[in-house]
């Protein structure tokens, strides 16, 4: 069970539920922003793509208070068309239960508890706010595939192992029997089924299949 870390200012109901949810296993991370959201490029100031399209076909936006249609939405964005719009909507469905809100954290577990979604949905601040401040994004260090292909560093096992070693990750982001539907390079997967550690790596190159999961 993750353990209950103090962050400043966080309101006490806040701190209740985030504590309860800690004890029901679960744990969430900060993920960069998938590129898949950056053909829509009119998003409010201030804010993400990811974030205002995943609150308007979740919730609703720009006067409506329920999840958008694809007309309405292309109405106040005229740079999304219909194509677009189901796409990504395919995008966000195929991810929803690692990745289910606009903000961008996502659980190291399948989420399908009704009652913690609406549990975070009722602390939103807190919850981001405590996330983002004890499990913010690491970014690997060391020598990786993709750095050592840039820099003309053979890529041996030593050096991956270094790099995964110099990343400072410390806990598995995913834990699970099924293979993690979208990763960011350096992030960790304990598969509950064989017991055995993966890192997701990318080596490098610009064509083809460019990332997979590596047993450590």
Do not use: C
Not at 76 to 103: C, G, M, Q, T
Not at 120 to 142: A, H, L, M, Q
Not at 191 to 196: C, E, L, Q
């Amino acid at each position: 069970m993750p353990t209950f870390q103090n962050v400043v200012d966080l309101t006490a109901n806040g701190e209740r539920s985030i504590k309860i949810i800690l004890a029901k296993g679960f744990d969430f991370f900060e993920f960069k922003d998938e590129p898949e959201y950056s053909v829509y490029t009119s998003f409010p100031k201030g804010t993400s793509a990811r974030y205002h399209f995943i609150e308007m076909i979740t919730q609703g936006g720009h006067g409506i208070d329920r999840p958008m249609t694809n007309a309405e939405i292309i109405k106040v964005h005229s740079d999304l068309s219909n194509e677009k719009i189901d796409s990504l909507r395919a995008f966000y469905n195929d991810n929803v239960e690692r990745r289910p809100f606009k903000f961008n954290l996502e659980s190291t577990r399948p989420l399908t508890d009704q009652n913690v979604l609406e549990a975070v949905n009722n602390i939103e601040n807190d919850f981001v706010k405590y996330f983002k401040t004890t499990r913010p994004i690491i970014e690997p260090s060391g020598i990786t595939f993709e750095n050592s292909i840039n820099s003309g560093t053979a890529v041996t096992t030593d050096n991956i192992l270094s790099g995964i070693r110099g990343s400072n990750q410390t806990d598995a982001k995913f834990v699970g029997n099924f293979v993690p539907p979208v990763a960011n390079i350096g992030q960790y997967w304990l598969n509950t089924g064989s017991g055995r550690l993966f890192v997701y790596l990318s080596d490098g190159s610009t064509s083809g299949v460019t990332s997979a999961w590596v047993e450590i």
